[in-house]
């Protein structure tokens, strides 16, 4: 059994696990995929709103890097992943959990994606790197659908897939919005997200809802 696999939570054949700080964040889950690199966290607050507003990782009482409100974040092949997404940018970082070297970034421009494949001038060496954005090249016949599309990186090649499944609902901009997103051997998508229940899709067909309990 591959050591790294199995504290990485990918022996059990979906790709890594993801966390959204701070809402989809388990902190005592998270420092057990860290710890093997001497890091450990501290939460931040902010002082009027109480709410978590940062997260420190920390080696020997040093922080090494700060993850800011909103941030979404994996741990792969001893790196951490950081991503972000705003209306038209996708930012992607690759951080080496040593810190022994420079973090890695590759910026998207969303409204250049096209529906289908297209190519990355450059990347990080990323395999199955699947989240969730909106673009406006999603189209539906009736207004009230949302816009959200799969994107799915590996190595230079960036899939964008439409989110019929969720679009289709007819969206809560806001309010109701998918978060985490893994792919297990099948080829289907495992998701969860924002005042939603956990979900199993096909992910390159129209896909049906499967509700299911970790």
């Given at each position: 059994?591959?050591?790294?696999?199995?504290?990485?939570?990918?022996?059990?054949?979906?790709?890594?696990?993801?966390?959204?700080?701070?809402?989809?964040?388990n902190e005592r889950d998270f420092r057990k995929l860290i710890s093997p690199f001497n890091l450990t966290?501290?939460?931040?607050?902010?002082?009027?709103?109480?709410?978590?507003?940062?997260?420190?990782?920390?080696?020997?009482?040093?922080?090494?890097?700060?993850?800011?409100?909103?941030?979404?974040?994996?741990?792969?092949?001893?790196?951490?992943?950081?991503?972000?997404?705003?209306?038209?940018?996708?930012?992607?970082?690759?951080?080496?959990?040593?810190?022994?070297?420079?973090?890695?970034?590759?910026?998207?421009?969303?409204?250049?994606?096209?529906?289908?494949?297209?190519?990355?001038?450059?990347?990080?060496?990323?395999?199955?790197?699947?989240?969730?954005?909106?673009?406006?090249?999603?189209?539906?016949?009736?207004?009230?659908?949302?816009?959200?599309?799969?994107?799915?990186?590996?190595?230079?090649?960036?899939?964008?897939?439409?989110?019929?499944?969720?679009?289709?609902?007819?969206?809560?901009?806001?309010?109701?919005?998918?978060?985490?997103?893994?792919?297990?051997?099948?080829?289907?998508?495992?998701?969860?997200?924002?005042?939603m229940e956990n979900f199993k899709t096909e992910l390159r067909k129209k896909a049906y809802n499967t509700v299911y309990s970790k």
């Amino acid at each position: 059994m591959n050591l790294i696999k199995k504290i990485f939570g990918q022996e059990n054949g979906l790709t890594s696990r993801q966390f959204y700080f701070p809402y989809f964040f388990n902190e005592r889950d998270f420092r057990k995929l860290i710890s093997p690199f001497n890091l450990t966290t501290e939460v931040k607050f902010d002082e009027k709103t109480k709410m978590a507003s940062e997260l420190d990782l920390i080696n020997n009482n040093e922080t090494k890097l700060t993850i800011e409100f909103g941030q979404s974040l994996m741990i792969e092949n001893e790196n951490l992943i950081t991503w972000s997404t705003d209306k038209d940018t996708l930012t992607i970082k690759k951080f080496d959990l040593e810190f022994n070297s420079d973090s890695k970034i590759i910026e998207i421009e969303i409204p250049k994606l096209e529906l289908g494949t297209n190519q990355l001038e450059n990347n990080l060496g990323l395999t199955n790197f699947i989240t969730y954005i909106r673009s406006e090249k999603i189209k539906y016949d009736l207004d009230y659908y949302e816009t959200f599309a799969i994107i799915v990186i590996t190595d230079d090649v960036v899939e964008m897939i439409p989110f019929d499944w969720f679009n289709e609902k007819g969206g809560d901009y806001g309010y109701v919005w998918p978060a985490l997103a893994q792919i297990d051997t099948y080829g289907n998508l495992i998701g969860s997200g924002m005042r939603m229940e956990n979900f199993k899709t096909e992910l390159r067909k129209k896909a049906y809802n499967t509700v299911y309990s970790k």
